[in-house]
């Protein structure tokens, strides 16, 4: 490593051109994601001066960019070696070491607007990354600074400098704490809302997205109702402004729909407040003539915003949704016909009203009247047929409706297994087929036993889905859970299957336990998401064992199954409560069915840490489950207790 460094240090220093300099700076970039240990002292000067000297060089912005990329990708390292704490990989500190020179310069960076801006990534927008980054690690110690630099510019006459103050505003809301973070929104408010009215379109944007951060960072001050009305007056009218500023706008909604929604047993909330106003405009951005203008589709921006006001909406706006129902369907008809009024995106439209009908559909519930739940799935079957073939909005819409109804959905069964087939088959379509497996998991839960005529075409084929090495992985995850599903609605019926799926998720905990962390950002929630999967399926074939009245298919997995518990307790996934649950959940359930013949297990530390951590819960659910759990445990420590009197269990 410390060759290849003097080399590339050598070279880049030489300033060679072209692409021997922008490959000779990715091969930097590459030594500080894996070196991040032997990068100090003498290298990370090195690496100062190259990247600073190119960051600066504002026509090379591809190798500015790069350069940027670097300082991030320490940035990361070290907010995860902070959050982790470990003696054996600790944070050396290299950002507050060239925070000196570094914080000057990315503040700087931010003013560097260029027409490349347009695009998704530019200079600036990397530097206000970087900064916000930066922030995480530095918190109080870079705030002055960052704070005199939003004072000198914010009111500036020239643009690109107020822009700039915008952008650094939004890098310090993850670095101070909340009770800081409040008090300056609440001082900035008035400015931050004059800009989204400034002459400047570039700065309207920007102003936008600042808002949509607020929300989604610090959203306490708009829990406020002056703020929130104040806010709310200026933003809706900016809907209407060009495609980019009313896409951030979308954005800003998007946010403040999900963080404000009401808390537990709360019939209203102050969206509520502009429900039919927010939802009247965002409806019409929808259908705007440049709804899909180039790099920017505001049409799916404003359909995302509007399916989160409605999945985050209160009890009271109730008496709207038959409204938005029926404006959803009497539009989605409209799109299977000539006369649509932009045919060329028809299709388009179709994906983004079934995504909406989703939620409407199951915040209806037993309100959606099951002669017209049956019409929406006749149409949405008919553009199938429109569209010659299942589509993966079309089919979670019809999982949308079969939540609503529930267990009287068996009417329409018949209807959907066809084009449920053609989802779970769809060999090239990943997404398409996740959809048919939620479909799937939906149908199990409302129909229960009666979905059991599947079984024998659907189990092998979902174990064949999780042998076959080109399955992507999330899809396997989803097969895993829905496995569960359908063990838990068809007890006896699921029984051949066990032994087949028992020996997958054997297979499946030792792989969730061996996946190491490695440089995708997606690993971290796929490796909690798989393990998540494994123990809802185990749950759910718990109940095919009861039903079975026999243990003897379980036995040889529940040592095992214990080890496992065991290992994920101790993991990080267990600092999350939800996380928690299933694991105690599991125990409860295994200790009610095989009593005091797994006696030995149920005395390991384990099972008493988790249960007391979620005996502390601040949620309800979650204490009863631990007290049931608790009593099913100690009752199984008493002598004579089995729910399935099996003499060969165990």
């Not at 090195?46 to 600073?52: D, K, P, R, S, V």
């Not at 960019?65 to 940035?75: D, G, P, T, V």
Request: glycine share 4%; proline share 4%; with cysteine.
């Amino acid at each position: 490593f410390f060759q290849a460094e003097d080399g590339i240090r050598d070279s880049v220093a030489s300033r060679g051109l072209g692409d021997v300099y922008k490959r000779q700076t990715q091969c930097l970039l590459e030594a500080a994601k894996n070196f991040y240990d032997y990068i100090g002292g003498p290298i990370l000067e090195h690496i100062g001066l190259l990247t600073i000297d190119s960051i600066k060089k504002i026509e090379e912005e591809d190798i500015a960019l790069i350069c940027l990329e670097i300082w991030s990708c320490i940035c990361d390292e070290e907010i995860e070696r902070q959050e982790k704490s470990s003696i054996d990989e600790p944070c050396k500190n290299y950002i507050k070491t060239a925070s000196g020179v570094l914080l000057p310069l990315l503040l700087e960076t931010l003013k560097n607007y260029t027409k490349d801006d347009e695009n998704e990534w530019s200079i600036s927008i990397s530097s206000a990354c970087c900064l916000s980054l930066m922030a995480k690690i530095l918190k109080d110690v870079i705030a002055s600074p960052i704070m005199e630099f939003i004072s000198a510019n914010i009111s500036s006459p020239d643009w690109k400098l107020r822009n700039a103050a915008l952008l650094a505003f939004t890098s310090i809301l993850n670095g101070l704490e909340k009770t800081q973070v409040s008090i300056l929104i609440e001082k900035a408010l008035p400015t931050l809302i004059a800009l989204l009215q400034d002459p400047k379109p570039q700065v309207q944007e920007t102003a936008a997205w600042t808002f949509a951060k607020i929300a989604e960072n610090a959203s306490e001050v708009f829990k406020k109702v002056e703020e929130f009305d104040s806010v709310m007056a200026h933003l809706i009218p900016c809907l209407k402004n060009g495609p980019r500023i009313s896409n951030q706008v979308c954005f800003a909604i998007h946010n403040l729909a999900e963080s404000l929604k009401p808390q537990d047993k709360d019939t209203t909330c102050l969206m509520s407040k502009v429900y039919q106003q927010v939802m009247q405009a965002l409806w019409e951005n929808a259908f705007r003539v440049d709804a899909f203008a180039e790099n920017v589709s505001l049409a799916q921006s404003s359909f995302a915003a509007l399916t989160n006001v409605i999945q985050y909406a209160s009890p009271d706006i109730l008496i709207y949704l038959n409204a938005v129902f029926s404006m959803l369907i009497e539009t989605f008809v409209k799109t299977m016909h000539p006369t649509f009024s932009n045919p060329g995106r028809a299709q388009d439209y179709q994906g983004l009203l079934c995504g909406a009908l989703q939620p409407v559909c199951i915040k209806l519930g037993s309100n959606l009247p099951l002669e017209i739940a049956g019409n929406v799935i006749n149409i949405i079957i008919e553009s199938f047929a429109y569209r010659k073939g299942v589509y993966d909005e079309g089919i979670i819409a019809l999982a949308g409706v079969i939540t609503a109804v529930g267990n009287m959905a068996n009417p329409f069964a018949a209807k959907i297994y066809p084009y449920l087939g053609q989802a779970l088959q769809s060999p090239d379509d990943t997404i398409l087929c996740r959809a048919g497996v939620g479909l799937l998991g939906d149908l199990a839960r409302a129909l229960e036993d009666k979905i059991s005529p599947l079984l024998p075409d659907t189990i092998p084929f979902l174990l064949r889905k999780l042998q076959n090495e080109e399955t992507e992985r999330n899809l396997k995850v989803s097969i895993i859970s829905v496995l569960g599903d359908l063990a838990s609605a068809t007890g006896k019926a699921f029984g051949p299957y066990l032994g087949d799926v028992l020996a997958m998720l054997k297979s499946a905990s030792t792989l969730s336990t061996e996946l190491q962390i490695d440089d995708d950002p997606d690993s971290v929630p796929y490796i909690k998401a798989l393990k998540e999967s494994i123990l809802e399926s185990y749950t759910g074939i718990i109940i095919t064992v009861k039903e079975l009245q026999t243990t003897s298919i379980l036995d040889p997995y529940v040592g095992d199954l214990f080890q496992y518990l065991n290992i994920l307790s101790g993991t990080e996934h267990a600092d999350t409560l939800d996380f928690v649950k299933l694991l105690v959940g599991l125990v409860g359930d295994l200790a009610n069915l095989y009593g005091k013949k797994i006696q030995p297990l149920l005395i390991a530390p384990f099972v008493s840490k988790i249960i007391d951590l979620l005996k502390k819960s601040a949620v309800k659910e979650y204490r009863q489950l631990a007290n049931w759990a608790q009593k099913s445990v100690s009752l199984a420590l008493k002598p004579q207790h089995s729910l399935i009197q099996d003499n060969n269990a165990i």
